[in-house]
T-cell receptor, first 111, second 116 residues
Framework: AQSVAQPEDQVNVAEGNPLTVKCTYS??????LFWYVQYPNRGLQFLLK??????LVKGSYGFEAEFNKSQTSFHLKKPSALVSDSALYFC?????????FGDGTTLTVKP | DTGVSQDPRHKITKRGQNVTFRCDPI?????LYWYRQTLGQGPEFLTY????????KSRLLSDRFSAERPKGSFSTLEIQRTEQGDSAMYLC??????????????FGQGTRLTVV
């Protein structure tokens, strides 16, 4: 079975500060890891993925994530947060089939 | 718009009625997923198709739920004898997958079901 844990329901940061949204996973075999973002009244949007290769992956809107195999983590990061980054963020893990999602982390960036 | 589209966007039904939702994936995508999302939770997997074949169905899915993807194009999700616990947002997603490799999914805006 595969699973994802997002240990923080809420993350608050000030605009311009770095942000981190945490994710740990469990899966058999090589993991496929994803981050998605959900804005109010909109569908989930893909941000970035790790399939293989470099442990640091870059995605949309200046976000990046670091894959750490020994810690089974895939934390989402951004060097300088924007108010417009405020949204609900989901981490997901997949084997060859379906993706399993965490329960989400609400990011609030205050001016 | 060439994204994933779902119809209807909202559905209110009385308990015990049957409902059917439609999903049109991105045209070249061979995989189609159905998820269910309730407030405060992440999307919960229901089922997925590779072309027209239904490859996996969640054990959480009762036999009141059925999904089809005829000819590997659009998909329908039917819920029979709806219950109040079925109230949720039903999400459809599609992706282009090669053999055993997984890739990112593109989601529709969902169908919000309210059972009264």
């Amino acid at each position: 079975a595969q699973s994802v844990a997002q240990p923080e329901d809420q993350v608050n940061v000030a605009e311009g500060n770095p942000l981190t949204v945490k994710c740990t996973y469990s899966v058999s075999g090589n993991p496929y890891l994803f981050w998605y973002v959900q804005y109010p009244n909109r569908g989930l949007q893909f941000l970035l993925k790790y399939i293989t290769g470099d442990n640091l992956v870059k995605g949309s809107y200046g976000f990046e994530a670091e894959f750490n195999k020994s810690q089974t983590s895939f934390h989402l990061k951004k060097p300088s947060a924007l108010v417009s980054d405020s949204a609900l963020y989901f981490c997901a893990v997949a084997g060859a089939g379906k993706s399993t999602f965490g329960d989400g982390t609400t990011l609030t960036v205050k001016p | 718009d060439t994204g994933v589209s779902q119809d209807p966007r909202h559905k209110i039904t009385k308990r015990g009625q049957n409902v059917t939702f439609r999903c049109d994936p991105i045209s070249e995508h061979n995989r189609l997923y159905w998820y269910r999302q309730t407030l405060g939770q992440g999307p919960e997997f229901l089922t997925y198709f590779q072309n027209e074949a239904q490859l996996e169905k969640s054990r959480l899915l009762s036999d009141r739920f059925s999904a089809e993807r005829p000819k590997g194009s659009f998909s329908t999700l039917e819920i029979q004898r709806t219950e109040q616990g079925d109230s949720a947002m039903y999400l459809c997603a599609s992706s282009l997958n090669h053999l055993t490799m997984n890739t990112e999914a593109f989601f529709g805006q969902g169908t919000r079901l309210t059972v009264v």
